[in-house]
Every structure is written in structure tokens, then in C-alpha cells.
């Protein structure tokens, strides 16, 4: 079978290309459908008046400790919106790593210095947005300093967002599971900003900006904001 054209894409797509996006949004979907079961499940506690960091934390570490048992992440949790919280202006319940620690703080690894993550693109975004979105690649530097993808989900009360459930994918998990179908497609992955999250191409390093005059046919992997790039 030749090269196609589909809706969404900006040239011609070989069905292994194809494929290399839909393998991308599946997996992806998969951890959004996860993160619901997280944020639906709480709902009963970011609900109540005057909550305290202690009571999050009771109740989203069951619901987190599923949500990694369940899938290849490195990390996830609950992040409280500014203010939400009434003993901590700023909050993460964040838990990470094999032993699923507990990090529950809001400074930059090994600063100590506050950080105001309502203007990081994983928070801002999505809680902006009102729908899920996946961020990078990028350097974690508030967690665990690894090259990261963070998807994250709003989390509404009564119409307002206390926050958002998130979970975070170690780039090398990334690069296990996807790099077949990308070698298979001889493809590059990026995200909207024409970034490198993984290529075919051992030339090309995650990270990297993809200039505008080496921009072939782009396919979307699903409504996520990452594409396949080939040619």
C-alpha cells in the first residue's frame, strides 16, 4: 500500500507512519482515562470548605498509587490551584520514583526557593483550556530533573479549578514503547512547537527546534498537542 492522505494531516502519510501516530495518542489516552479515575475520585474531598494538605494527601494517595501500579509512569499526583488549600498557598501531593515517595512541597529541587508553577505550561494550560494536555519534552526541575512528558487534567468544583491531576512519563519509557513504530515510519515525533520528543533519526536529539525548511507532511496524533513528522 501506498502513501494517503487523512483529514488533519499536512501531506501524503505511509500506513506505518499512520500507525507511529495512533500508537502515540493511544498511549497517551490511556493515561488521560487514568487520570479521570484520579480526579472523579476526588471529587468528595476537594469539595469540602477549609481542606488541609493532610486530608488531600489521605485521600489521593490510594487513587495515585492505582494510577501507577496501572501504567509505565514515573510520577503523579494531585497540584493545588493557588489558595486552594488552607494551610499551604502553593501544594503538590506528588509521588514518584520506584518507592512512589511522597513530595509533598512546591520548591525547585535543591533551591528551596518557591516556585509559582500557575505559569508552567503543565498547569497553565489545561487548567486554561478546561481539557487535558501532555507538556514537553523538558527538564523536570521541580521534581526529579529527567527529561519528562507531564499529561495533566483540570479538576473542577461547583465550576471553579482547585487544580489539576497529572502524571508524569520519563522520556526513556517513552522512547521503549514508541521507538519501533518510529523507526517503522522513519518519523520524528514533536510536539505544537516543532519540538523533538523522539526520532527515527539518531542525528536528531529530543529537544531539538525542527527549522521550518526541514518541515515535511505532519500528521496529529489524535487532538493531542504532538504530531508525527515525516519526510
Known amino acids: 500500500m501506498g502513501s494517503m492522505l487523512i483529514e488533519g494531516a499536512s501531506g501524503p502519510a505511509s500506513?506505518?507512519?499512520?500507525?507511529?501516530?495512533?500508537?502515540?495518542?493511544?498511549?497517551?489516552?490511556?493515561?488521560i482515562a487514568a487520570l479521570e479515575v484520579v480526579r472523579d475520585g476526588l471529587a468528595e474531598v476537594c469539595s469540602r470548605e477549609a481542606l488541609l494538605a493532610a486530608d488531600l494527601v489521605a485521600s489521593a494517595h490510594p487513587l495515585t498509587r492505582d494510577l501507577l501500579d496501572g501504567l509505565p509512569l514515573f510520577g503523579g499526583g494531585f497540584v493545588a490551584a493557588p489558595g486552594f488549600l488552607a494551610?499551604?498557598?502553593?501544594?503538590?501531593?506528588w509521588w514518584q520514583g520506584e518507592e512512589q515517595q511522597l513530595l509533598a512541597q512546591s520548591a525547585v529541587s535543591g533551591s528551596g526557593d518557591p516556585v509559582d508553577y500557575g505559569r508552567v505550561e503543565w498547569y497553565r494550560?489545561?487548567?486554561?483550556?478546561?481539557?487535558?494536555?501532555?507538556?514537553?519534552?523538558y527538564v523536570d526541575y521541580v521534581c526529579s530533573d529527567e527529561?519528562?512528558?507531564?499529561?495533566?487534567?483540570?479538576?473542577?468544583?461547583?465550576?471553579?479549578?482547585?487544580?489539576?491531576?497529572g502524571a508524569d512519563t520519563l522520556l526513556d519509557t517513552f522512547e521503549s514503547l514508541m521507538l519501533g513504530a518510529v523507526r517503522e515510519a522513519g518519523a520524528t515525533v514533536v510536539n505544537q512547537a516543532f519540538r523533538v520528543v523522539l526520532s527515527a533519526d539518531p542525528r536528531v536529539p529530543t529537544g531539538r527546534l525542527v527549522a521550518?525548511?526541514?518541515?515535511g507532511a505532519l500528521i496529529p496524533c489524535g487532538e493531542l498537542p504532538l504530531s508525527v513528522l515525516i519526510g
Open 15 to 31: 500506513p506505518a507512519a499512520l500507525a507511529c501516530a495512533r500508537e502515540v495518542d493511544a498511549y497517551f489516552q490511556s493515561v
Open 87 to 93: 494551610d499551604h498557598h502553593l501544594y503538590l501531593a
Open 125 to 137: 494550560t489545561p487548567v486554561e483550556s478546561g481539557r487535558p494536555h501532555v507538556t514537553g519534552p
Open 147 to 165: 527529561y519528562m512528558l507531564t499529561t495533566t487534567l483540570p479538576v473542577e468544583v461547583d465550576g471553579r479549578v482547585v487544580g489539576v491531576v
Open 212 to 215: 521550518p525548511e526541514q518541515r
